[in-house]
């Protein structure tokens, strides 16, 4: 089982117009509202590929029940904890002439300290049952910065995998422990430790320092791909050329197709060509977290990988 913890889940609304005109009435060709979030997207991935999932973190109100109702459909296993605040809504705005995706982004409400011992409940029966964890997404405001931190002891213990997807003090905290499998964007590595990383030679190098003992990094670059590190190697895996729809919930779909390939014991390596696989395939869809298997088995005959590309010779 693959355990997808996100503490501010939404239910999302992609809307799809021919041509989008600021400051007139737009009329939308079509319109998709469905349970999303970056732990959600990820979930639904792992499904999609036959794995089971389970998903956790807090839902509340009318958009919490029909999140949960979606889940149940897909055949997706859930344990939420049911919190006062209404589970929030996001609008992705997709421009056909422009070939733009713009995401409008609720920010999540903060939650009441017995919601969050309640979660905390939950996970210390779940978690030992897990083979992979994935943990993603901003906390809500007042919220400990070590949640995902706290865990990881418990993953070195239990032998799973812990795949941590965060930035600024919550993924700093992760950094410091010794197991976890980062996966991150450029601008979210960039603004943890607080560098310049526009380049490929300063990202390496980031890369290597930053890499966790018995850790993985991974830094995922939209469109050209994603660099992966772990003890003294690091690969770097190019995305196929594919007919985008919209990117949002790719690096969601990345981190699901991840958890996949670790779950089933995959190499480093191979696991950066499903994930990569996984994020290119979605997309090619107007939906986060939406992925065709045919597609994802097509390219990843497609993926481009290179290994080696950096060595540390502390390690030798």
């Not at 993924?171 to 976890?180: Q, T, V």
Request: charged share 20%; proline share 5%; glycine share 8%.
């Amino acid at each position: 089982m693959i355990l997808c913890l996100g503490t501010s889940p939404v239910y999302q609304r992609t809307m799809v117009f021919e041509r989008l005109t600021l400051d007139k009435v737009n009329r939308a060709q079509s319109v998709h509202d469905y349970a999303s979030g970056k732990s959600i997207n990820a979930a639904r991935v792992i499904r999609t590929l036959g794995a089971d999932a389970l998903a956790s973190g807090f839902v509340g109100g009318p958009r919490g029940e029909l999140l949960r109702r979606e889940l149940d459909e897909l055949g997706i296993r859930h344990e939420f904890v049911t919190v006062a605040p209404q589970t929030r809504q996001c609008v992705t705005v997709i421009d056909q002439a422009a070939g733009t995706a713009t995401e409008l982004v609720e920010e999540s409400i903060a939650v009441a300290e017995a919601d969050w011992r309640q979660l905390e409940e939950k996970l210390r029966q779940l978690l030992p049952q897990a083979a992979v964890w994935v943990f993603s997404g901003t906390l809500p405001p007042q919220a400990p910065p070590d949640f995902y931190a706290r865990w990881l002891p418990l993953a070195r213990q239990t032998g799973a995998a812990a795949i941590v997807d965060a930035r600024g003090e919550p993924l700093r905290l992760a950094m410091r422990r010794p197991n976890p499998i980062l996966k991150i964007n450029r601008d979210e590595l960039a603004s943890t430790i607080g560098e310049d990383l526009s380049d490929d030679t300063r990202l390496l190098a980031a890369m290597r320092r930053h890499v966790p003992a018995e850790g993985k990094i991974i830094v995922t670059l939209g469109a050209a791909g994603a660099m992966a590190c772990e003890r003294a190697t690091c690969w770097r895996a190019s995305t196929p050329s594919v007919r985008t729809v919209s990117a949002v919930g790719s690096g969601d779909a990345f981190a699901g197709g991840l958890a996949v390939a670790l779950s089933q014991r995959l190499p480093t390596e191979e696991a950066l060509k499903v994930a990569v696989a996984c994020g290119a395939a979605n997309a090619m869809t107007p939906l986060a977290g939406h992925v065709h298997p045919a597609d994802v088995q097509k390219l990843l005959g497609l993926v481009g990988l290179s290994g080696n590309i950096i060595e540390s010779r502390e390690h030798e």
